[in-house]
């Protein structure tokens, strides 16, 4: 039986990792930002708990995620009138013309590997990836 080769799969994750950073520079934006901005873009609005939990990052990780967005005027705070203690993240108008700048940045990226494979090998690796993030 074949085995998955572990070492080099994550030896390409890191490759696409340094190509998806170069990528996001032109935007002023690192990875966890980006995933940020994503899923605030089709939430609309959220509470820093609920987006640790989406992307699979501690309370306090996510805290300080969104002061640093807070402060580069990419979220504003919208106070949660159910929860003193807590409040909700929405992308401004910059945060939003970031986000689609940076959206065009990673799709150049995407094209470029993408390019590299065969439908059916891209539709295979589009599996296995949907496979361990379902198992997560």
Do not use: W
């Not at 070492?7 to 935007?27: R, V, W």
């Not at 990419?74 to 700048?101: C, Q």
């Amino acid at each position: 039986m074949e085995s998955l080769h572990i070492i080099q799969l994550l030896e390409a994750t890191q490759i696409f990792e340094k190509k998806l950073n170069l990528a996001l520079m032109y935007s002023g934006l690192r990875i966890p930002q980006f995933r940020a901005m994503l899923f605030l873009e089709k939430s609309g609005k959220i509470t820093v708990s609920d987006l640790s939990r989406y992307l699979n990052v501690t309370r306090a990780t996510m805290s300080v995620l969104s002061n640093d967005l807070i402060k580069a005027d990419i979220v504003e705070s919208i106070k949660n009138p159910k929860d003193k203690r807590s409040f909700y993240m929405k992308l401004t108008e910059s945060g939003l013309r970031r986000l689609e700048l940076a959206k065009r940045e990673v799709a150049l990226v995407q094209d470029r590997i993408s390019s590299e494979f065969t439908p059916e090998t891209i539709a295979l690796l589009n599996q296995i990836v949907t496979s361990i993030i379902s198992k997560n």
